[in-house]
Structures are given as C-alpha cells and as structure tokens.
C-alpha cells in the first residue's frame, strides 16, 4: 500500500470518528436543524468508513483487477463529495466544533480526490 493511500485511510477514519462525537451531541440537541445535521454526519461517517474499508481490501489484494481499483477511486471520488456537502452545512452553524469538524472533512475530501491508480500502487 503506498504512503498516500494509508494516510488517505487514516483521515478517513479519523473523519468518522469525528463525525460520530458530533452526531451525538447533535442529536442531544432536539432541534429542526440539528437533527437535518445529524443525518449529514451519519452519512458522512459512514461513507468515510466504507471508503477507508474499501481502500484496505483493495490494497490487500495482490494485484487487485482494474475494475476493482476503478470502483476504488470512484468509492473515494463519492465520498469527497460527502465530505464537502457535509463540511458546507457545518461551516453554516456557529459552533467552533462544526467548524473544526468542517475543516477535518475539507481535508478528507482533498485527500480522496488524489486517491489514483497509480496511488493505490505499493511504494
């Protein structure tokens, strides 16, 4: 697996785990907004956790087909776009955490978006 796909899985769950700790507290909340909230994060956690779980099976097999690796990208190119959705609706609250929460997803997504090929290449 090469450095940059690990680090990629790395963010990924640390975005999850993140995104879980949030959800918690937003749904203490009871509100219309934050429960529109609690369903972005539950979302966003759980496409970055399926990213990070697919990454590892398609490092893990050796010589993994094309097709697979494709869907690999594809799968990290989904969950970018998850991210950045769900760091747009962070980013509307005023809370310091959401914000903080906003800028781990923003680097999550920058770091799906080089997942490549070449990157899931061992180094």
Do not use: F, Y
Not at 101 to 107: E, G, I, K
Request: hydrophobic fraction near 40%; charged fraction near 20%.
């Amino acid at each position: 697996m090469s450095t940059e796909m690990q680090q990629c899985i790395d963010m990924c769950n640390k975005c999850h785990d993140k995104c879980e700790q949030m959800l918690s507290r937003c749904m203490e909340m009871r509100s219309e907004q934050s429960m529109q909230m609690s369903m972005m994060l539950m979302s966003c956690a759980e496409m970055c956790r399926m990213c990070a779980d697919m990454m590892m099976r398609c490092s893990s097999m050796t010589k993994a087909g094309a097709d697979m690796v494709q869907m690999c990208v594809r799968m990290c190119g989904m969950c970018a776009d998850m991210c950045e959705m769900s760091a747009d609706m962070c980013r509307q609250t005023d809370a310091k955490e959401m914000t903080e929460l906003a800028d781990l997803m923003t680097q999550c997504a920058a770091m799906c978006r080089q997942v490549t090929p070449q990157a899931m290449q061992p180094a």
